[in-house]
Structure formats: C-alpha cells, structure tokens
C-alpha cells in the first residue's frame, strides 16, 4: 500500500512540474517552464501554510497577501496548460513583487530576499534585454524601498523570527536551485550543441563518400559506353556487326541503369547518414551482379575469371555494402591486371565467419604501398590499360568491412599480384532476406 501511494505521488509531481511542456517544444524554453513550475508549486504549498498561520496569529491582511500570492502560483500552473506562457510568467513576477513589496515594507518578513530570487528568475527566464531591464528595475526598486525605507508595522504586527528566517533560508534555497539549474542546462546545451557539430562533421562525410561511390562506380561504365559510340561514330563498325554491337550496348546500357538505380535508391536511403542494415544474403548472388557489371571491362582485357564460390555460402551484413565492396576490390583487381590475366575469388568457411578472397595476377604492389593502401595519403595509380583511379574505393572497402563487423587484409608482391581477403560474419544458409532495395 506505502509502494502504491509512493508511486502515485511521484506520478502527480512528475505531472505538475510538467504542466506546459509538450514534444518539440524548444529545450530552453521547456526548460524555463518546467523551472517556473518547481517555484509555483513548492511557493503555494508554503503560501498555504503561511496562510493558516497568519490567521491563527491575527494577520489577516498578511494572510490576503499569502493567499494571493498562492493564487499566482496556481495560476501559473493553468496558463502553462493553456500554452499561454508570457502571460504566465508576468502574472507570477508582477504579483509576486507587489506582494513582497509590501509584505517586506509594512511586516518585515524578509521578503528582500524573495525579491532577489525574482531578480534572478527575470535574468535567467527572459531573453529580451528591455523586458529584462523593466521587470528587473522594479524588483530592484522594490528591494531597495523594503530595506532602506521599511514602513512602521500599520497593517498588523510583524512577523515572528522564525518565520523570517524561513523566509530567508527559503529565498537563499531557491536562488541556489536556480543557478544550478540554469547551469544545468548550459551543460546540456553546450553537449547538444558538439554532439549536433559532430553528427553534421560525420554527415558531410557520409555525404562525401555517397558522391564518391556514385562516381566510382558511373566512370567505368560511362568510359566504356563512350568508346563504343566514339567507335559508331567513326564507322569502325562494319554494318555486317552492327546489329550485335547494338544489342550488346543495349545490354550495357540496361545493366547500367538498373546499377545506377540502386545506387541512387540507396545512396537517398542513407541521406541522414550512412547507416549499416545487416540481412543474411548469398555471397555468390552478389558476386555474379559484379562480375556482371564488369563484363565488357572483363572482355576487352581478356581477363579469365574463376569463381570458387559455393551458393551455400551466406554472410549477415549490409548487401548494399557488401555490394560496393565487392565492385571495389573486383575493379582494382581488374584495372591492375595484364591483358589474359586471370582473377581468382574464393570462399572458405569457419565456425562464425566466411573468408572471401579476391587474388589477380597484375603488376602488384610494395611493402610500402601495401602500408599506405587504407589512408588517405595513398597515392593513386593508373592502370594497365590507362584506368584512371582517385584511390577512394579501397578506403569505402575498408570501413564498410569494418562497419559491417568484419576485417580486410591485403598481400602484395610487385610483378606476382595482389590478394584481398575479407572475413565477414556468417549468415543463416538458406535465409536470404528480401532485398529492401
């Protein structure tokens, strides 16, 4: 029963202190009104109680003062339900001065202090210098009037000791709330603020390697469609080709499109930042879209490719990922190798993880090459057949794989080629997830 009513309780404050705020409303402001509540609703509690002690004790018209006071608070409390916030707020701090104006120069209660804490309320809770400059002249004004004019005792006899002291001792708690509230909030504001810098940093690159992907991945193609018109265009087709030669750049042009498509459609899906899905796929169903992709980059060169890939083979990770880390590695592989070159993929298998491995035969490169492979400062290189690269495909490889909970290891000798392994987790065989593509 004790727990039951314990919780209720904290259910109610909770509920009041929270009067007024709603969702995306802006943090200060929810911050200042969730403030104002804890003043109004401790400030009516003690107003009560003055009240009944001020009429057990003959001070009635300092009891109307307590009783109107209480009556600010608890009207502060219904205007912030309304929404209606100025209004709340200059109810309670007019009040509240003419109130303590009065109590401190005719009782002598020490409501200067009460005073102060209102001159702090106005500098913390408003923004606008002259409203600042109104409200906070007055409770200056009136502070200086209770203590160096205080009034003979004409509208009943003052208050006792200790419920000055009270007073004080109250003023001096709430003031120190407020500034450590207020401090508070400054933290949390300046926290907001970084973690907002850092996520705007982290998106501007997201964005960044969006566009690279989106160039590395259109350059090859556009360059290899451009060849085949250029050679249209200078009849070095003999007509008795031509209907194959057309029918193979439709091909192209199709198996283009429905690339850049899924590029497009996945680069907007990470436009709040490159975000990693993981689903369980077929390492083999990707490969053969890449190999796929590079086919006529494959025949040109006359590259022989050998797929060791078992269609049992899954991993969990990011298809899309994946798929870009895949034509990475399969495009530097091909750019770097010799004309009827061979590239090797294969699979191997253990108790949690699936090794892929990409090898070729082409120029290879230096233990100080292989150093600087996954940095920016690597140098990029052309290909054996020309290939222009910006040395941005290994550096995506290598955080998608480490995004994906993965690792990426390279072994290179100059003249003997290049090996990419990737170990990635392994997925449910057979459970291949829809492509949400």
Known sequence: MRELLSSYLARVWNNIINVGIYP???YIEARRTKLLNLMALPGACLMFIYVVINIVTGRYTLAALNLLNMSSAVTLLVLHKQRMYLSARLVLIGISIIIYTISGLYFHNGAEYLLLLLLIAIILIYDKWWVVICLGGLAIIAFIAVVLFPQPAILGK???????WSNIIGATIC???NLVFFKHIQTDNQRAIEKQRQALLAMNKDKEKLFSILAHDIRGPLATLEGVLDMFHQGLVDNNYMKDTTSMLQEKISQFGGTLDNLL???TRSMQGIQTT?????ILSVLEEVIAFFDLAIQQKKIR?????PPQHFIRADRDQVAVIFRNLFSNALKFSNEYGAIRIATTETDHRISIRISDEGIGMSHRQVNTLFTSSRQPQNG????RGFGLGLLLSHEFTVLNQGTIQVESHPGKGTAF???LPKGAQGDEDDDDL
């Not at 003052?158 to 000055?164: D, E, H, I």
């Open 24 to 26: 995306f409303m802006p």
């Open 158 to 164: 003052p208050v006792s000791q200790v419920q000055v």
């Open 175 to 177: 003031i120190l709330v």
């Open 265 to 267: 459609r996945w680069s």
């Open 278 to 282: 993981p689903t369980n796929f077929s």
């Open 305 to 309: 490719v050998d797929t060791r890939v």
């Open 384 to 387: 054996t057949s020309g290939e």
């Open 421 to 423: 392994t990737i170990l």
